[in-house]
Nanobody, 126 residues
């Protein structure tokens, strides 16, 4: 079974930055794409960003375009989310997710992903 472990969350002031990491491990598996979702209390799980593993095509929610950058290290099976110009509305638990493929046509759909991390809290104060 594949395990995903997020790290890098914390408390930051508005306008600040955080870098989240998510490392995948476990039995032999393939990564077709990985993504980040977030969920605030009482809110639906929201797509943030995704990256195709081969080629590195990226996808972003409109709310984070220009502020967040997703990247990956193929050798380490790790995906990152660099978050700049953070806003209070970015406060949420952030989850990384892994898609084993073979297709990746809807990066914003949470049910398209096969494995999920435990989540890491990001709190942005005003």
């Amino acid at each position: 079974q594949v395990q995903l472990v997020e790290s890098g969350g914390g408390l930051v002031q508005a306008g600040g930055s955080l870098r989240l990491s998510c490392a995948a491990s476990g039995r032999t598996f393939t990564i077709y794409a990985m993504g980040w979702f977030r969920q605030a209390p009482g809110k639906e799980r929201e797509f943030v960003a995704a990256i195709k593993w081969s080629g590195g095509s990226t996808y972003y929610a409109d709310s984070v375009k220009g502020r967040f950058t997703i990247s990956r290290d193929n050798a380490k099976n790790t995906v990152y989310l660099q978050m700049n110009s953070l806003k209070p509305e970015d406060t949420a638990v952030y989850y990384c997710a892994l898609d084993t493929g073979p297709t990746f046509s809807d990066p914003n759909r949470w049910y398209k992903y096969d494995y999920w991390g435990q989540g890491t809290q990001v709190t942005v104060s005003s």
